[in-house]
Structure formats: structure tokens, C-alpha cells
């Protein structure tokens, strides 16, 4: 079974800083691993979504690698706003699309 | 295009009742996924629906069922509530058969809370 961590569980920045998300996982039999943001009570919206033949994905500010053979994905956001503030979510699907999800990563930019 | 919908967006409900959410995906996609998310935590996998068939299930109790329907929406149904069941219930649509490359959409999710 698919397993997923990310660390660090909480972290906050002063607005303008650039940041680093980490996510392990330990299955590295994986088509796609996914990004996505989850504001307070809300679902989920997608960030990026790296497919397997990719090492890297870019949307904006946004910065997404994959690392297969190690197990691990990063989440960078440039320039921070207060606007990211936001839990980051990493899911590895499984051969179903059936998405295995770390705990997050809560993320507080202070202004 | 419209995005994927839920329905209540609340709902609270006692011990040993049953509830039932609904899902509309999003139109064209033929794969419905459901999750459980409890405080605090990510979303578990509860179970998938593709062309009105179960389609894998996670680790939970057949007290949690669902059903897709032709036009692809869904229900997840949870008899004999419990305390533990209080969470945030989101369901995912997808377009299956491009080779597990494809990206799931998220509704807003149902909170139900179990008293």
C-alpha cells in the first residue's frame, strides 16, 4: 500500500520568502503524483500534476519536481503572498487513480 | 465546462442513522472517486466508481456503499452512523482509460457530523 508523508506538518514565513514543500512516498511504481491546495473547510484544487515521464512542472510561482527512483516530490512557491496561505497536499495514485494522500503541510505567510 | 457539485454542503445526523451525499461530476468524466477526510488529516480513500461499477474500495466497513449512475453522478451511503464517521466527505471525478495519467477534480466536499 501506498504510503505518503510530508514534512514539515506546519510552516510559516514572512511574505516575499521563497519555500520549499517536501513529500515522500513509497511506492515508486506511480504514473502521476499530484499537488493541491486546501483552504480552511473547502475541497481540494489542483496544482500540478507531474506525470511520471517528468521530472519537473511549473504553473506560475509554482515549482513541482519528482524524484521517483528516491521517492520524493518538492513544492516550491516563489515570492510567497498571503494569498498561498493554504494546507499543501501531495496524492500518489495508485494503478486505479485511486489517490493515496499525505497529511499536508499547513502554510502561513505572514504579511 | 461545469465543475464537480456536492450535495448538502452540511448535515448533522445522530448515532445509527443513515445518510446518503450526492456527487455530480464534471461533465465528460466517466470515474467517480469518494474520500474521507477527518480533522486535521488528508483524505482517505473510501471507493471508485467507473461506468456505474465499483472499481476498487480502501479500508473501510461495507456500512459504506455507493452508486453511479448513467449520467456518471454519484452517492455515497453510510448506515448505522458513528461518532468517528464526523468528517469531510469529498468526492473526485475523473476521465479514465489515458493510461492512469489523468487528473482528478475535487467538489467543495459535505461536512457531516455525527452526534
Known amino acids: 500500500k501506498q504510503e505518503v508523508t510530508q514534512i514539515p506538518a506546519a510552516l510559516s514565513v514572512p511574505e516575499g520568502e521563497n519555500l520549499v514543500l517536501n513529500c515522500s512516498f513509497t511506492?515508486?511504481?506511480?504514473?502521476?503524483l499530484q499537488w493541491f491546495r486546501q483552504d480552511p473547510g473547502k475541497g481540494l484544487t489542483s496544482l500540478l500534476l507531474?506525470?511520471?515521464?517528468?521530472r519537473e512542472q511549473t504553473s506560475g510561482r509554482l515549482n513541482a519536481s519528482l524524484d521517483k527512483s528516491s521517492g520524493r516530490s518538492t513544492l516550491y512557491i516563489a515570492a510567497s503572498q498571503p494569498g498561498d496561505s493554504a494546507t499543501y497536499l501531495c496524492?500518489?495514485?495508485?494503478?486505479?487513480?485511486?489517490?493515496?494522500f499525505g497529511t499536508g503541510t499547513s502554510l502561513t505567510v505572514i504579511p | 465546462e461545469t465543475g464537480v457539485t456536492q450535495s448538502p454542503t452540511h448535515l448533522i445526523k445522530t448515532r445509527g442513522q443513515q445518510v446518503t451525499l450526492r456527487c455530480s461530476s464534471q461533465?465528460?468524466?466517466?470515474?467517480v472517486s469518494w474520500y474521507q477526510q477527518a480533522l486535521g488529516q488528508g483524505p482517505q480513500f473510501i471507493f471508485q466508481?467507473?461506468?456505474?461499477?465499483?472499481?476498487g474500495r480502501g479500508n473501510f466497513p461495507p456500512r459504506f456503499s455507493g452508486l453511479q449512475f448513467p449520467n456518471y453522478s454519484s452517492e455515497l451511503n453510510v448506515n448505522a452512523l458513528e461518532l468517528d464517521d464526523s468528517a469531510l466527505y469529498l468526492c473526485?471525478?475523473?476521465?479514465?482509460?489515458?493510461?492512469?495519467?489523468?487528473?482528478?477534480?475535487f467538489g467543495p466536499g459535505t461536512r457531516l457530523l455525527v452526534l
Open positions: 496524492a500518489a495514485p495508485n494503478t486505479g487513480n485511486q489517490f493515496y
Open positions: 507531474i506525470q511520471s515521464s517528468q
Open positions: 461533465s465528460g468524466h466517466n470515474t
Open positions: 466508481y467507473y461506468r456505474e461499477e465499483e472499481n
Open positions: 511506492d515508486s511504481a506511480i504514473y502521476n
Open positions: 473526485a471525478s475523473s476521465l479514465a482509460g489515458s493510461g492512469g495519467q489523468e487528473t482528478q477534480y
